[in-house]
């Protein structure tokens, strides 16, 4: 454990306390949501994004050390392992590393290498590798293995053979192919060229090249795309003299038997090392590339999980479509399915009007203030026809309308988790209903639509799956424990993010509700099947019970904190069975006049505790969604027809990747504001300066109408440069 708390203590800028902490931590079966909000003094108050962090670091640490054991013990078992082998395992950081030190030993499939070794032809292979310089010319040393019987038939078939066996001998050489990978990172291009003579997407990489050195993240993926596609072809290229002199100048001396060590080495280069080596560099730039974009992907989802939600509205969601009508769904407040219907708003006059007759008919039979409009097909006439009817009824600012993502909807109202919930709606009416529900509470309900639907990354298709999932997954799960969820109302795929709570255990929580009624406290938590003690112990402090008699219960608080809270509630002149109905306002102000630190070494814990206890118990019930900026609601339209250059408008931030993001106008197509339009600074990334959500201030640059493509800057129109090809978006 030493060793890999110096390691993680280097690597993330930790004490070496911290890192031994969290790993025990870890290892006692401690959820990350719980080290991170509940064990504060342990490990210095580190956020939840480090502990994941390290949580991951550890876990490849100890899969190293794993497969340095098994090659270490699959080495000397074949009696091969030596001092100098072992020290450079352990040396070993990697587990590329580790395979280049195995390379030698590991069983290999038919080689020309091999089937000489079979012909007896490896003791001429080290002779001449030795190049003694008394010794014979090669194809004399060769006359003494041919053998018929053999296939050796000539003195050039048994040189050639040895030449294969050289070959091999110098392509297992692990420092010769760290040398390489080395110069082929460093002074390596990536070249691709049009592999089919017709217009697409890869248009801008048919005659493309960047060093391997320098090639972003985003663009190593549109190559990676294109050639699975069969629009590119892509190579690595790099000086053939350069990467043949390491060879050269590492294996071939002098004497007789040089120039076939030289030939020899020259074929290693091209034929074996050189295509490995390109692989492995082109697998590496994938391997970060996907890595950065699961970085992106996981601080867009965050951000999105995060945004406010609307609450306290009687919401109409609407799920456009052409041929088979607008789907309507009317959920009151707490998010329960009031009425549907459907509605034609692009079919004839007659049928508009009826459509109008119908919404209006739902708005005021139901106190309706707010319309969710999804934004696929039909989405633009849906809110012109929404827009229209506001307008002509005198409803603009009574009722306000927002377009929603419906990323996934698709595939939510198609599970079995939507047929569960609503099982007497068909498939689009679900949709109807999530839309409304993306609205009123993102969090709750985007948490039942597998993360790469979401549509918040760059290239998520074309991710290692196992890898994307584990990610998000934890972004979903810090965003659900960050907000806490309502014991009483929550769903089995909320509870299931909730920290040491299984999907089995979500459903009996679900099935003991129904059972017994609302809980009344978290104690009760205790009885339901499968719950156990640690399980409670991970959980019981991110579920809200605004029922329970006890205030604490609605609170982020603890319940191995109680005793601490009413102290401390007692040290400041509060009472805990005489709660205020808005909390304990002037709690902080009070125990700040004793002193914090002297307040929490009297109660027994520390600070950060003491901090978290002050601040829940302020205001009980609290979400920390709702100190974020409200999502722009609106109540005008423009269509991409009527934007003109330098035309100032307010947007919504929907996506952010590596070359800009896409900024929502209401115009059913989001504009993109490419990197170099977003600060007359420099930015070194988008994500450092925007996100999800964000609402900016824009300005229109170009649109293409044929191709519905906006341009967007959040520079001023008098600072901008003129529109150039570089601001154009990318694949």
């Known amino acids: 454990m030493a060793d890999h708390a110096a390691a993680l203590a280097a690597q993330f800028n930790l004490k070496p306390w911290q890192a031994e902490k969290l790993i025990e ?79 030698p030993f590991r069983p290999k499939r038919k080689t020309r290498a091999g089937m000489a070794k079979e012909k007896g032809l490896e003791p001429l292979a080290k002779e001449i590798l030795m190049q ?76 493309f090249s960047q060093p391997a050195a320098k090639i972003a993240g985003h663009r190593v993926l549109a190559l990676d795309r294109g050639e699975r596609e069969g629009f590119l072809k892509v190579d690595l290229e790099l000086d053939a003299q350069r990467g043949q002199n390491i060879l050269t100048s590492t294996y071939v001396k002098s004497g007789p038997c040089a120039d076939a060590v030289e030939e020899a080495a020259l074929d290693a280069y091209s034929r074996l090392i050189f295509p490995a080596i390109e692989r492995e560099i082109r697998s590496s730039l994938t391997e970060t590339a996907c890595e950065n974009a699961i970085k992106v992907f996981s601080t867009n989802l965050r951000q999105l999980l995060m945004q406010p939600p609307v609450k306290g509205r009687v919401t109409i969601g609407l799920d456009p479509g052409y041929r088979t009508g607008c789907k309507v769904a009317v959920v009151d407040e707490t998010g329960k399915v009031l009425d549907t219907g459907v509605i034609y708003p692009t079919h004839s006059e007659a049928r508009i009007r009826e459509a109008k007759q119908t919404l209006l008919r739902f708005i005021r039979k139901y106190n309706v203030t707010l319309i969710a409009i999804g934004n696929g097909t039909a989405s633009k006439e849906t809110e012109i026809f929404t827009d229209e009817l506001l307008k002509d009824n005198r409803l603009t600012g009574t009722v306000d309308y927002m377009v929603v993502s419906e990323a996934g909807a698709s595939v939510y109202s ?31 309900e985007l948490v039942k639509i597998d993360p790469k639907a979401i549509g918040v990354g760059q290239y998520q298709h074309d991710m290692p799956p196992k890898r994307l999932g584990e990610a998000l997954g934890g972004v979903v799960e810090a965003c659900v424990n960050a907000v806490g969820v309502d014991l009483n109302t929550a769903s089995p795929s909320l509870l299931e993010n909730i920290a040491g709570i299984s999907s089995a255990v979500a459903k009996n929580i679900v099935a003991y509700r129904q059972e017994n009624g609302a809980f009344t406290s978290r104690a009760q938590l205790k009885k339901v099947p499968k719950l156990g003690p640690k399980a409670f112990e991970q959980c019981a402090g991110f579920l809200r019970v605004a029922e329970s008699k006890n205030i604490l219960d609605n609170t982020g608080v603890h319940p191995e904190s109680y005793a601490a809270a009413s102290e401390l509630l007692t040290a400041c002149g509060y009472d805990l069975k005489k709660a205020p109905v808005g909390g304990f306002a002037e709690l902080k102000s009070r125990a700040e006049k004793q002193g914090l630190e002297t307040l929490a070494e009297k109660i027994g814990i520390g600070l950060p505790t003491l901090q978290d206890i002050i601040q829940e118990l302020e205001k009980p019930g609290r979400d920390p969604r709702d100190e974020l900026p409200s999502p722009l609601l609106r109540s005008d339209i423009k269509d991409i027809k009527d934007l003109k250059p330098d035309m100032e408008m307010k947007g919504t931030v929907r996506n952010v990747i590596d070359f800009g993001a896409f900024v929502d106008i209401g115009v059913h197509q989001d504009g993109l504001v490419h990197i170099t339009q977003i600060s007359n600074k420099f930015v070194r990334h988008p994500s450092d300066v925007l996100k999800v959500g964000d609402i900016v201030t824009v300005w229109v640059m170009a649109v293409d109408v044929q191709r519905n493509r906006i341009s967007l800057t959040m520079k001023k129109p008098t600072d901008t440069k003129p529109y150039s090809k570089a601001d154009s978006p990318e694949v």
Do not use: C, W
């Open 25 to 103: 931590l870890i290892d006692a079966g401690n959820t990350i949501p719980f080290i991170a909000r509940y064990r504060k003094e342990e490990h210095g108050s580190l956020d939840d994004q480090t502990i994941r962090a390290v949580f991951e670091r550890l876990t490849y640490l100890r899969n190293l050390d794993a497969r340095r054991t098994e090659v270490k013990a699959l080495i000397e078992g074949i009696g091969s392992l030596t001092d100098e082998i072992a020290a450079a395992l352990e040396k070993a950081a990697t587990l590329a590393e580790i395979d280049d030190i195995y390379r």
């Open 132 to 207: 003694k310089k008394n010794s014979p010319y090669p194809i004399d040393l060769a006359e003494n293995y041919v053998n018929t019987e053999k296939g050796v038939n000539t003195p050039e078939d048994a040189l050639q053979g040895a030449k294969d066996i050289i070959a091999e001998i110098i392509s297992d050489d692990a420092a010769i192919r760290r040398r390489l990978r080395v110069v082929a990172m460093a002074q390596g291009v990536i070249v691709s060229r049009a592999a089919k003579d017709e217009d697409s997407v890869y248009r801008l990489y048919y005659e």
């Open 414 to 444: 198609a599970s079995k988790l939507a047929a569960a919930e609503y099982p007497d709606f068909d498939l689009t009416l679900r949709s109807a209903v999530s839309i409304a529900h993306r609205l009123q509470d993102p969090l709750a």
